[in-house]
């Protein structure tokens, strides 16, 4: 690269410190014209002997000192972006930082772009593709599991995985090739059943990773959790207890939340909607009646109902598991208020109904906070994924769009071998199939492409 960028690399906001990075061919004649130690500019000599050390000093523009900071030098190609590539550590405050980048901008470079650092990495080969593309994902992680996930595939498994179809690809072509060259020399090929085996095993193995995937994306994606019930039963309490602050309003009037309330939370790294419904009665308010059909719309569609019940007040069992006999298979029953004295609950008398109906039993009382671990700890057991994570990989749109083009390309040199087709037909298949690998592991050649991976990155990275 010729030019030298530059971009904050820390989260907008006040903070401790705040990291200004920059690379490119000028870093150290940026560096060695705004820092100077005990009043002597850095020289370049000064910046090579203690390449990769933190240098204390002053950040000084045009005679008017900025800050007291820590600088780093990276040189070229040992450093994140494979260019010579400098970090000034200066203290967090946004007037600040924003002052000395603008000083750094006068001072030879330009404002660096979404995640052009890292697609500099990838330019310079010191990131795959697959990695790169990771450590977007990784920085936007939403859950532990896409966490984990990331992880895995900044460290290769994705590019270890997309090597390996690589070489069995390239192994198959080799082995059809030699058959069409040497088709009248007297040499031993392997058997069409089992260069059949082979494709068969290569296509499956991509099958399972777009399966595997998509079975991925599902356990990261947020969940929703909804409060419902008749009104006091303690919903409205409960979100507030869940979400650590005063969202919902609390009142002894029924029907005090007319519509649905929302608000996310994470819950031990798992992202979570919690929504906090209108109660649902019996009532001639229009309004009322909006509110109670909206938040019936929610429970349907939500991956987790809480079915709250007051405990203090008398309550039909057989009406009311008749009235909830659809909503109940799969939800938890949160039986609310249970530090009430004399309560006519009885747990036992509901087992029968929890075990035929498939539902859960959680007691809790949201003004002691009693039970209220085991409902979180039921949340995360229903939440949480039931399955290992250890042969899942996560792929990006666009690797799933190629690694999908490949399964299709030996779906259909399997075809072709089967009805009897030559070497010289199915192996354009696996020509393709090489192709697509490629744009996986990263030969990619399209500057538009490349564009719209990194332009997902913040401008820092």
Same mark, same amino acid.
Not at 437 to 450: A, F, H, K, Q
């Given at each position: 690269?010729?030019?030298?960028?530059?971009?904050?690399?820390?989260?907008s906001?006040?903070?401790a410190i705040?990291?200004l990075?920059i690379s490119g061919?000028?870093?150290?004649k940026?560096?060695?014209t705004?820092?100077?130690?005990?009043d002597?500019?850095?020289t370049e000599?000064?910046?090579?002997? =203690?390449?990769?050390?933190?240098?204390?000093?002053?950040? %000084?523009?045009?005679g008017?000192?900025?800050d007291q900071? +820590?600088?780093?030098?990276?040189?070229a190609p040992?450093?994140?972006?494979?260019e !010579? @590539?400098?970090?000034?550590?200066? =203290?967090?405050?946004?007037?600040?930082?924003?002052?000395a980048?603008?000083a750094?901008?006068?001072?030879g $470079?330009?404002p660096?772009? =979404?995640?052009?650092?890292t697609k500099?990495?990838? #330019?310079?080969?010191?990131l795959?593709?697959?990695?790169?593309?990771?450590?977007?994902?990784?920085?936007?992680a939403?859950?532990?599991?896409e966490?984990e996930?990331?992880?895995?595939?900044?460290f290769?498994? @994705?590019?270890?995985?997309a090597?390996?179809?690589?070489? !069995?690809?390239?192994?198959l072509?080799a082995e059809?090739?030699?058959?069409?060259?040497?088709?009248?020399?007297? #040499?031993t090929f392997?058997?069409?059943?089992?260069?059949?085996?082979r494709m068969?095993?290569?296509?499956?193995l991509c099958s399972?990773?777009?399966?595997?995937s998509e079975?991925a994306?599902k @356990?990261?994606?947020?969940?929703?959790v909804?409060?419902?019930? $008749?009104?006091?039963?303690?919903?409205?309490?409960l979100?507030?207890?869940?979400?650590?602050?005063?969202?919902?309003? %609390?009142?002894?009037?029924?029907?005090t939340?007319?519509?649905y309330?929302?608000?996310?939370?994470?819950?031990d790294?798992?992202?979570?909607?919690?929504v906090?419904?209108a109660?649902?009665?019996e009532?001639?308010?229009?309004?009322?009646? #909006?509110?109670?059909?909206?938040?019936?719309?929610e429970? !349907?569609?939500?991956?987790?109902?809480?079915?709250?019940?007051?405990?203090?007040q008398?309550?039909?069992?057989k009406?009311?598991?008749?009235?909830y006999?659809?909503?109940?298979?799969?939800?938890i029953?949160?039986?609310?208020?249970?530090d009430?004295?004399?309560?006519d609950w009885?747990?036992?008398?509901?087992?029968?109904?929890?075990?035929?109906?498939?539902?859960?039993i959680?007691?809790?009382?949201?003004?002691?906070?009693?039970?209220?671990?085991?409902?979180l700890s039921?949340l995360?057991?229903?939440?949480?994924?039931?399955?290992a994570?250890?042969? +899942? +990989?996560?792929l990006?749109e666009?690797?799933?769009?190629?690694?999908?083009?490949?399964?299709? =390309?030996?779906?259909?040199a +399997?075809?072709?071998?089967?009805?009897?087709?030559?070497?010289?037909?199915? %192996?354009?298949?696996i020509?393709?199939?090489l192709?697509?690998?490629?744009?996986?592991?990263?030969r990619?050649?399209n500057?538009? %492409?490349?564009g719209?991976?990194?332009s997902?990155?913040?401008v820092?990275k």
């Amino acid at each position: 690269m010729i030019d030298t960028i530059a971009a904050l690399s820390t989260a907008s906001g006040p903070g401790a410190i705040g990291i200004l990075r920059i690379s490119g061919r000028n870093t150290i004649k940026i560096a060695t014209t705004l820092l100077f130690k005990n009043d002597t500019a850095l020289t370049e000599h000064y910046l090579q002997e =203690h390449k990769r050390s933190a240098i204390f000093c002053d950040f %000084i523009f045009k005679g008017k000192p900025f800050d007291q900071i +820590v600088f780093l030098f990276f040189p070229a190609p040992n450093s994140y972006t494979g260019e !010579d @590539l400098g970090e000034f550590h200066l =203290h967090g405050n946004p007037i600040l930082l924003k002052k000395a980048l603008d000083a750094i901008f006068q001072t030879g $470079a330009r404002p660096a772009g =979404h995640g052009e650092f890292t697609k500099r990495a990838f #330019l310079n080969g010191k990131l795959s593709l697959t990695g790169a593309e990771a450590i977007g994902r990784l920085i936007e992680a939403r859950s532990r599991y896409e966490l984990e996930l990331s992880q895995k595939n900044v460290f290769g498994e @994705l590019s270890k995985l997309a090597s390996k179809i690589r070489s !069995d690809l390239i192994s198959l072509k080799a082995e059809c090739e030699a058959e069409i060259d040497f088709s009248t020399e007297d #040499l031993t090929f392997e058997s069409l059943e089992q260069r059949k085996e082979r494709m068969i095993a290569l296509r499956d193995l991509c099958s399972a990773l777009l399966q595997n995937s998509e079975r991925a994306e599902k @356990l990261i994606l947020q969940s929703t959790v909804v409060l419902f019930g $008749a009104p006091n039963t303690g919903k409205s309490s409960l979100m507030n207890l869940l979400i650590g602050k005063d969202r919902s309003i %609390i009142s002894d009037i029924p029907g005090t939340t007319r519509d649905y309330i929302s608000e996310d939370i994470t819950l031990d790294g798992l992202p979570i909607r919690l929504v906090d419904t209108a109660g649902v009665r019996e009532t001639s308010d229009e309004i009322e009646i #909006l509110g109670i059909e909206r938040s019936e719309r929610e429970a !349907d569609s939500a991956n987790l109902r809480l079915i709250l019940i007051d405990v203090s007040q008398a309550l039909n069992q057989k009406e009311f598991v008749n009235a909830y006999r659809n909503r109940l298979p799969g939800s938890i029953l949160v039986a609310n208020k249970i530090d009430i004295p004399h309560s006519d609950w009885n747990r036992k008398e509901w087992e029968e109904d929890s075990k035929a109906l498939s539902f859960q039993i959680a007691e809790v009382s949201c003004k002691t906070k009693q039970g209220l671990g085991d409902l979180l700890s039921l949340l995360k057991d229903r939440l949480s994924a039931k399955e290992a994570l250890e042969d +899942v +990989v996560l792929l990006e749109e666009r690797q799933s769009f190629h690694i999908r083009a490949i399964y299709n =390309h030996l779906a259909e040199a +399997v075809g072709l071998l089967e009805s009897s087709a030559p070497a010289e037909i199915y %192996i354009q298949e696996i020509n393709s199939a090489l192709r697509e690998i490629g744009e996986v592991n990263g030969r990619v050649d399209n500057e538009e %492409i490349l564009g719209r991976i990194f332009s997902k990155f913040c401008v820092g990275k």
